[in-house]
């Protein structure tokens, strides 16, 4: 880590000597929703006059630097906000917030200002952003909102199975995506055995999607990245919304702590099936009880401490249960209980500061905590006898993270950054008791820690008016069971415009991902184990090149992209035949074979993906949504599994479509409701499955 500080103390210095050369002046500043004042990310700010711009990072902070002039036309303009426009004398650094105004409809300066939102007109490709409001209108399985289930309905990404919000991405399995909110990852992100995802709508800013081309400063995962942001709060009033459904209700509340300077944002959901459900069980039970329940809560603070320096706090909590527990009596008078629990859970908390060093550089250092854990137990009891098993396996992570944004000119923007990660994990703990045979009695933990650091550095470069580039590369380091492992991950996207409104776009990107999953269900049941690589089992790695043809019909608001991929992995994990992963078989006193258990569990191999993607997006107007279809093939192959030949993954997917549309009826205003008509259609191929003779 000492040489990774090294390294990106010289970068910043080079940085400095670069933007002392240049003599300009910078427009800086924050652009926030004109009614709440929250922060507003990705938001072009376009400048017609040399026909270049930026967009707000993820704290809504922008940056652009320029020569002097008299006189200069400077656009803001975001899906759902009436533009705006401002016409400045740049002949000194100026800081300027601007405010947008939510609007149902498009003025005419915003139809100028929409060259900074055209697909066509940015750097990135393979990325998909999904506004709140679209995920919100779609209609749901139970009524639940879920903004995993809205990425399935996106090319690319495969479903699970039937009802299930596991996805997988381009051939990757479902360990391989990397889930982000604010920050922390997410380990586990399902309720109801993969039923529904945890992430509550209401409680959400953004969601983006990245399935290839992947910027430097994301790593640790194979296939995709998911990053969330939660709502900051309302900073200007209190404010709510709930809503009951089929299975749950939920309850958002924010608000000003200090008007205008700090807010607050509070959104919980419970589901009340167990409620529903007791009177019938207990009825077919005989008295006996069970049930299953989960909830979410979600919490953000924030501050302005003045203009250079801002605070936030957010933590997700949230947990599942399946309780089960019935007594009776025999015939000879003896009585008998029986209690089964399992429960698993997420717990995240986000500790992040905010400081302008000046107009150019932006800086962000976030502390994360991250903790996932499930529970098995089953207690059985008489007069004389008593049966106590508990099993139970999480991973636990403390994060260090410093970003910096630099924006020396209009030709470049430049991240960098370093992380350092403390990993936690229990691959197995067992408690076993049985009076009646003592002997048997066990008691054994295994805890695992493993250390992760990362440096990086990007520059979404423009070489000329027709040709972008973003160009990173990240190093890579983890130590665990006194084995290390170094890489060096490049990353590569380019960008040409054919035409103003057509561009071809092509990408190249290694990943290594240093924890797996171990897994043999498919469907993100609680009982799968994050382990860590180790001696015998190396890290997965990723390659994967990408070309796309992206196409913008401005005056029919569509946005058209057509993408071809090829990926190749290694390293990847399979469950060997007929192992089992609860571990139960290695209770030995050995603390070799408990330790190394699921290690002979599993096999490494390798698995190609390739494919075309088609997408066609419409976000704004009184009819908004989306036309995507995947072709794809994924294979894999391991020695030690069906005898070493090549087989289509369980998730491979020939053909698969899908059909969304959003239609506004009447739209909101101050006298009536909106009413909106929404509908979903998908087709897919039957999934790969062998049946043994």
Do not use: C
Request: glycine share 8%; no cysteine; net charge positive.
């Amino acid at each position: 880590m000492r040489k990774s500080s090294l390294l990106l103390l010289l970068f910043l210095n080079s940085l400095t000597f670069y933007s002392q050369s240049q003599p300009s002046y910078t427009i800086s500043g924050y652009i926030r929703d004109k009614e709440s004042k929250e922060l507003l990310l990705g938001v072009p700010i376009y400048v017609p006059s040399i026909k270049t711009g930026v967009v707000t990072n993820n704290f809504g902070f922008y940056s652009i630097t320029l020569p002097k002039q008299d006189s200069l036309l400077v656009l803001y303009s975001y899906v759902g906000y009436a533009a705006v426009s401002k016409l400045i004398q740049l002949d000194k650094n100026i800081v300027l917030n601007i405010d947008l105004e939510q609007s149902a409809t498009l003025i005419t300066v915003e139809v100028v200002a929409e060259k900074a939102e055209r697909v066509s007109n940015s750097s990135s490709m393979s990325v998909i952003d999904i506004p709140i409001n679209q995920i919100k209108e779609l209609p749901a399985f139970l009524g639940e909102k879920d903004v995993l289930k809205v990425l399935q309905l996106m090319p690319g990404v495969q479903k699970g199975s039937e009802g299930s919000a596991g996805f997988y991405v381009r051939g990757g399995g479902a360990d391989q995506n990397l889930i982000i909110l604010d920050d922390a990852p997410v380990y586990n992100a399902f309720h109801l055995f993969g039923f529904f995802s945890l992430f509550n709508g209401d409680a959400l800013k953004n969601v983006t999607l990245i399935k290839g081309g992947f910027p430097a400063r994301y790593g640790g995962r194979l296939s995709s990245v998911v990053e969330m942001n939660m709502k900051d709060g309302n900073k200007e009033k209190l404010h709510g919304e709930g809503g009951i459904g089929l299975i749950s209700s939920r309850l958002t509340l924010e608000g000003p702590l200090v008007k205008g300077k700090s807010s607050f944002l509070i959104a919980a959901r419970r589901t009340y099936i167990d409620v529903l459900m007791q009177p019938v069980i207990k009825a077919l039970n005989d008295g006996g009880a069970a049930g299953y329940y989960f909830y979410d809560l979600n919490a953000k603070v924030n501050y302005d401490l003045n203009e250079r320096n801002r605070v936030f706090l957010s933590g997700y909590f949230g947990q599942d249960k399946f309780y089960f527990k019935d007594q009776w009596e025999e015939d000879n008078g003896s009585s008998y209980k029986d209690k089964i629990n399992l429960g698993w859970g997420n717990a995240t908390a986000t500790a992040r500061w905010n400081h302008l060093y000046g107009g150019k550089l932006f800086s962000n250092t976030s502390f994360i905590f991250t903790d996932y854990k499930f529970l098995i137990a089953q207690e059985s009891s008489s007069q004389n006898t008593l049966y106590k098993l508990r099993y139970y396996s999480g991973i636990q992570d403390l994060s260090l993270k410093h970003d910096l944004d630099y924006h020396p000119n209009p030709k470049h923007y430049i991240r960098t950054g370093v992380i350092v990660t403390s990993h936690t994990f229990t691959p197995n703990a067992v408690v076993v008791k049985d009076s009646d045979f003592p002997e048997t009695d066990r008691s054994n933990k295994t805890i695992v820690t493993g250390y992760e650091s990362a440096v990086y550095v990007e520059d979404d470069y423009r070489v000329t008016p027709l040709l972008k580039i973003n160009a990173g590369l990240r190093f890579t380091d983890f130590a665990a069971q006194k084995r290390n492992y170094f890489n060096i991950e490049p990353r590569f996207t380019a960008s040409y415009n054919l035409k103003e409104d057509l561009a071809v776009k092509g990408s190249y990107a290694m990943m290594n991902q240093y924890i797996q999953l171990v897994s043999n269900t498919g469907v993100g049941l609680p009982t799968d184990l994050w382990v860590p690589s180790t001696k015998n089992i190396m890290p997965q790695q990723a390659q994967q090149v990408a070309l796309e043809v992206a196409k913008d019909f401005s005056k029919q608001n569509f946005a058209l992209t057509v993408e071809g991929y090829y990926k190749k992995m290694n390293h990847i994990i399979g469950f060997k035949e007929g192992a089992s992963f609860l571990g139960f078989d290695q209770m030995g006193n050995d603390s070799d074979v408990i330790n190394n258990s699921w290690e002979n569990k599993v096999t490494q191999g390798k698995g190609t993906s390739y494919g075309a993607e088609i997408l066609l997006q419409r976000k704004e107007g009184k009819f908004t949504g989306w036309v995507g279809y995947t072709l794809s093939w994924t294979q894999l192959q391991f020695d030690e599994l069906n005898f070493g030949k090549k087989f289509y993954a369980k998730y491979d997917r020939r053909h698969d479509i899908s059909l969304v549309g959003i239609y506004k009826i009447k739209e909101m205003s101050e006298k009536r409701k909106a009413i909106t008509l929404s509908g979903t259609w998908v087709y897919g191929t039957g999934n790969a499955l062998s049946l043994p003779l």
